[in-house]
């Protein structure tokens, strides 16, 4: 629906993005984000083309990785002197959820990470257990990432042990989860569950949404027939 809303009138988009090139000198552009010299028309292009983009979608969010942020809040900005109400502006790290490696280089594996199809009940639990989660490393760690990940938005990391492994424990601090774990004072076997239990609620949260709108039921029907190709590539590569 977002790409219906900017095309819908795309004179009038054009138009925008030419404005909020007039309104500002090209220095002020660049210093949102350092670029190369051979990337620099690219990146003004981008920034116009992103408030234009705001301009036509009207958000009451901006979401962004902190890399992008200055663009984001430079967009908020502009779109607010335009007498619209200025959008948030919501920074998220990005969080590497590949459970395991492809077999294949290059072929993706829906067995390899989470889906939007999954069954919140069985294929979490089956996918997860399956992950490297070696006791104490806090570098390649997806379980861990996962923890620290939903800790840091705001959930509760209820890790259930038994009373000689130190008892139940709730966590509300990500850096705690990481510190735990990497003094092997929280074990895996004590951790992927825990994540399992939030992974399936977000899950759960999400595919409802999904299937509300008649722009989700098409994703999750290109997302079955990528899964499918993502099938014959598989055996083709065996």
């Avoid at 594996?109 to 889906?115: A, F, I």
Wanted: hydrophobic fraction near 40%; proline fraction near 7%; glycine fraction near 4%.
């Amino acid at each position: 629906w977002q790409s219906a809303a900017i095309l819908r009138d795309p004179s009038n988009y054009w138009i925008s993005a030419i404005n909020v090139g007039r309104a500002f000198m090209l220095e002020q552009l660049q210093q949102l984000e350092p670029a190369p010299a051979n990337e620099q028309a690219g990146f003004v292009v981008k920034c116009l083309m992103h408030v234009a983009d705001c301009l036509s979608l009207c958000p009451h969010t901006l979401c962004c990785g902190p890399a992008d942020r200055p663009l984001a809040d430079f967009a908020a900005q502009y779109v607010a002197t335009q007498g619209l109400q200025q959008p948030d502006v919501l920074s998220i790290a990005p969080v590497e959820v590949q459970l395991r490696d492809w077999p294949t280089p290059g072929v993706f594996d829906p067995e390899c990470e989470y889906t939007m199809l999954d069954n919140p009940a069985a294929d979490c639990n089956r996918k997860l257990n399956k992950s490297y989660c070696a006791i104490g490393d806090v570098e390649r760690n997806t379980p861990l990432r996962l923890a620290q990940a939903f800790v840091a938005q705001g959930a509760k990391l209820s890790v259930k042990r038994k009373a000689e492994n130190g008892g139940d424990i709730e966590y509300t601090d990500a850096a705690q989860v990481r510190a735990d774990f990497q003094s092997e004072a929280l074990h895996p076997g004590d951790l992927k569950p825990a994540v399992a239990t939030l992974v399936q609620a977000a899950l759960k949260s999400a595919q409802a949404e999904l299937s509300s709108s008649p722009e989700g039921k098409k994703a999750e029907a290109d997302l079955k027939t990528a899964i499918k190709q993502a099938a014959k590539q598989k055996q083709k590569a065996k």
